[in-house]
């Protein structure tokens, strides 16, 4: 019998959003997606980030593309110009994504410069025109990731102002990432491990904004840890784990109910073979397809084995998914000797 929580969650029609994997540059592209979508069907995947300029200006057939099996899948866009953000959300919304995200999370210098990313925490006005253009012209939701402040700002007042503002402007979503974002002296990476967690400011968050789908991130690497939050929030967004160890989010789908058995890791590379082939065929090097797929054997048998030949062999000239079969046998050699 499942506990009630997981019979709600059964039920909820909104369940395929209870867990996302969140934007992460250089990593989440469309390889990347292709790739978790069949570890699992339900998490709702989001793009690297894509600033509304370099879609105007650049290739945005390339910067947008993405496969049909991706969905449920989110664009997320960097930008604070209304008008360009909002022909961002127009072309995006065109190309079928089902939902545009504005970031208001990421601190990096470059991000800062272009006035956008997480220095917009204090600039809700800002914010909150970019919304609601964008969300009077697509019929897709536009919402929001952001942090629980920047800098100093590091109280909720602060985060409520912003909130306050962006739900009168029409959103209805915002996934937070637990901690402060410092915006001069630390790098990016440290700006995800060195302010604290506080993941009491978003259940609180939760509470007082009850109408609100507030999604929570940030150190989510267990299912108990999972399981500690879901209760107090709508859904939880996870970055690096899922990265990681992208069977994870497989454990996720069996635990929440939304499927009873877990997939085969080696069916798994099985289906990505005929993708491998036809991307290969395009011009795409195996390695950068493969690279996402070193996790996939995380905490197996043989994992430092299929790692460890992907790693060697997936970026050498020619390349194809010879190499991919040959490092399951190395796999299944290394688990046998083990
Ligand atoms: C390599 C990398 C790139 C990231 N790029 C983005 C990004 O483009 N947009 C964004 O909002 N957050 C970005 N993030 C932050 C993640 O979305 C997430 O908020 C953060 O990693 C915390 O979640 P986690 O502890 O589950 O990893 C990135 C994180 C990583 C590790």
Request: charged share 25%; aromatic share 6%.
């Amino acid at each position: 019998m499942p506990t009630r929580r997981l019979a709600k969650l059964m039920t909820d029609p909104r369940k395929s959003t209870t867990v996302a994997v969140a934007p992460m540059m250089d990593w989440t592209d469309r390889h990347c997606r292709y790739f978790l979508r069949l570890v699992s069907p339900y998490a709702e995947l989001y793009t690297e980030m894509v600033t509304a300029a370099a879609i105007h200006h650049g290739d945005a057939d390339r910067l947008l593309a993405f496969d049909d099996s991706e969905h449920p899948l989110v664009v997320q866009l960097g930008g604070s110009d209304p008008d360009l953000m909002t022909e961002a959300a127009i072309d995006a919304a065109r190309r079928g994504y089902d939902e545009i995200n504005i970031n208001v999370g990421c601190p990096s210098d470059r991000v800062q410069s272009g006035q956008f990313g997480a220095c917009l925490m204090d600039r809700p006005e800002l914010v909150a025109a970019c919304l609601s253009d964008m969300q009077a012209a697509v019929d897709v939701p536009v919402t929001i990731k952001t942090r629980i402040g920047i800098d100093d700002q590091d109280n909720e007042a602060f985060l409520y102002r912003f909130v306050d503002r962006l739900a009168e402007a029409g959103c209805r979503r915002f996934i937070v990432h637990a901690r402060i974002a410092i915006l001069e002296g630390l790098s990016p990476k440290e700006n995800r491990s060195v302010p604290p967690l506080n993941y009491e400011r978003v259940f609180k968050l939760k509470r007082d904004y009850p109408e609100l789908d507030v999604m929570l991130n940030g150190g989510l690497k267990t299912i108990a840890d999972v399981d500690a939050v879901l209760s107090r929030v709508d859904g939880v967004m996870i970055g690096r784990e899922a990265y990681h160890n992208p069977f994870f989010l497989a454990e996720l789908d069996q635990h929440l109910g939304h499927c009873e058995d877990l997939p085969d890791r080696m069916t798994i590379v099985e289906r990505m073979l005929p993708y491998i082939d036809s991307e290969i065929t395009k011009g795409v090097r195996l390695g950068s397809i493969t690279r996402h797929m070193l996790g996939l054997f995380a905490g197996q048998p043989g994992a430092r084995a299929w790692r460890r030949f992907l790693s060697e062999n997936a970026f050498k000239k020619d390349a194809g998914i010879d190499v991919v079969e040959s490092a399951l046998s190395a796999m299944r050699d290394a688990s046998r000797a083990a």
